[in-house]
């Protein structure tokens, strides 16, 4: 469907405002939101995957949301993609894709479905939409924002191109569809070395993650330059706690993400994308410890999917992450909000950077 509509009038184009998801789909009616004994039957092989975070006593508040939005997801024709940060109940519950920022880009491209549902911030939501522009994106908290992406502007980027001619432009998927359009390719924290290597230069701009870039660096012999930009949950840790926490238990494996300071990173017995973490996790013999260094929900999700590992979490939260909420979800469905739209001019060239990462990937 198209964003924008050209209209003749008279020998001039004018362009009309294209309706609103609600306009194009209309609104359904808020389902009952009662817990009865279909809604604790029908939920009840849900609630066994979330039972370690949800007490028993709180679950007659989740599952008729669990329970709606899986009926209405499916009356829409409508895909909840969820990424690793979203709280138990969304990520095993109602999500029908979960993964890191690179997994969900590369499912959003292929979804059969007419409507997307992006549990997640605002850039992945945009990333969905550059990749699938005849679907209707749907994000349930257009404030769900993110501390990095937030850090950049188009503007930026170009005045880096010219101090910087020939030099050129990786930017991290966690930035804005106006961010990506100025970029030369994305990159995500799982394929950030192959990126940088794939340019064929000897040196590359890294930006806007400071300390994505000081660790990828450690890793190749580009010289990479970079931007004052953080993510604001994984800024906070540090060397000193994790260095506690092993004295306290030797055997505990600390595993980290790069988006956290080079410090933190140097004591972490491994450091790779949330997906990366993820197959680490699993690798482990049973009885492992394992401390995972990241947003907290993640060690909550994968908990139950890796058996006989014992996860430690120091828990920071994401604040723009925990926006999205299964009420929000719901009325996503009902009302058809909110709607993610990026420029056609703009979504075109921020498209090629984000499918040249994509491409890159499979070769
Ligand atoms: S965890 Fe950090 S990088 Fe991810 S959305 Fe939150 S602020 Fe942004």
């Not at 001619?165 to 990159?187: L, R, W």
Request: hydrophobic residues 40%; contains cysteine.
């Amino acid at each position: 469907m198209a964003d924008i509509l050209e209209v003749e009038v008279g020998n001039a184009k004018a362009v009309s405002s294209p309706k609103t998801a609600e306009e194009r789909f209309g609104q359904l009616p808020m389902p009952s939101l009662e817990y009865t004994e279909e809604v604790a039957r029908e939920t009840a092989p849900l609630y066994e995957l979330v039972r370690h975070h949800i007490p028993e006593i709180e679950w007659p508040v989740h599952a008729p949301y669990v329970y709606a939005i899986n009926k209405l997801k499916k009356q829409r024709n409508a895909v909840i993609l969820a990424h690793n940060y979203q709280t138990p109940e969304i990520y095993h519950c109602v999500a029908d894709i979960k993964g890191d920022s690179l997994q969900l880009a590369a499912e959003a491209g292929i979804v059969d479905e007419e409507i997307i549902i992006q549990c997640g911030v605002h850039f992945m939501a945009e990333t969905s939409k550059l990749l699938n522009p005849e679907k209707t994106v749907l994000i349930p908290d257009s404030k769900a924002g993110c501390s990095l992406a937030e850090s950049i502007t188009g503007a930026d980027i170009r005045l880096l191109r010219e101090a910087h001619p020939g030099v050129p432009i990786i930017t991290y998927v966690n930035t804005s569809a106006e961010v990506k359009a100025e970029s030369d390719i994305c990159c995500t924290s799982s394929n950030a070395v192959h990126v940088v290597e794939s340019m064929g230069t000897d040196t590359v701009f890294l930006i806007p993650d400071e300390y994505l870039a000081q660790n990828i660096a450690k890793q190749t012999k580009v010289k990479i330059l970079t931007w004052k930009g953080h993510c604001e949950v994984h800024e906070r840790f540090t060397p000193e706690e994790l260095l506690a926490y092993k004295a306290a238990d030797p055997g505990l494996q600390i595993i980290g993400h790069p988006e956290c300071p080079p410090e933190v990173v140097d004591v972490c017995d491994y450091s790779g994308s949330t997906a990366g973490m993820i197959e680490y996790a699993r690798g482990q013999k049973p009885g492992a410890r394992v401390m995972l260094v990241t947003e907290c929900s993640m060690a909550a999700n994968i908990e139950a999917e890796v058996k006989g590992v014992e996860f430690i979490k120091p828990c920071n939260l994401c604040p723009h992450m925990k926006r999205i909420t299964l009420p929000k979800i719901l009325d996503s469905l009902v009302y058809m909000r909110e709607e993610v739209l990026v420029d056609p001019v703009l979504a075109k060239r921020a498209k090629r950077a984000v499918e040249r990462m994509v491409n890159l990937k499979s070769n």
